[in-house]
């Protein structure tokens, strides 16, 4: 019951960092037309084999839910660009020692770090026309994350990444 509870715990605070997007794309593109993708075939996402699985898993679950299916002959393609990069942890635990007396003092005192270092994590992701493989949207996705983030951390890390991605999909363009 007490490890359910630290995992709601951790999925919790994962889920509540802030994630930061900006969209761009193409205004003479119609985006209704694009009903299917699939991957670009050179992808170098930069990510552990267990992320990359993590990042495509949550990709295609939340495309099939708006409605976009994956095809071997795609309206539009996929690529993917990661870079991560570690913060030092802000919280620390201070120790001292003092002394005086009676015409002087000695002090000395110092920090330790404690909770890890957060990784920012930085998602681009690219939309690409099938037909002329010209960028017509993307995103780009900034949020942390503990470096030595659970599995459980690890997949609300990249839900909450693509989520937010997707929300700007399809654009709302003005005319």
Not at 20 to 43: M, P
Not at 64 to 93: C, R
């Amino acid at each position: 019951m007490i490890k359910k509870g630290l995992i709601i715990v951790v999925l919790l605070i994962v889920a509540c960092a802030p994630v930061k997007v900006n969209y761009d794309y193409n205004k003479a593109v119609d985006f209704t037309k694009y009903k299917t993708y699939n991957y670009a075939s050179e992808i170098k996402t930069g990510l552990s084999e267990l992320d990359e699985k993590r990042l495509y898993f949550q990709l295609d679950s939340l495309l099939t839910v708006n409605g976009i299916s994956k095809s071997e002959s795609p309206d539009f393609y996929i690529d993917l660009h990661t870079k991560t990069y570690k913060n030092p942890s802000n919280n620390s635990i201070g120790i001292g020692v003092g002394g005086g007396g009676r015409s002087g003092g000695v002090g000395v005192s110092g920090g330790i770090p404690i909770g890890g270092n957060d990784l920012n994590q930085e998602l681009l992701i690219d939309f690409l026309d099938g037909e002329k493989h010209s960028l017509v949207w993307q995103a780009q996705v900034t949020k942390s994350m503990k470096e030595k983030a659970s599995p459980e951390a690890r997949k609300a890390h990249f839900r909450a990444m693509v989520q937010k991605a997707l929300e700007g999909y399809p654009p709302k363009v003005k005319k």
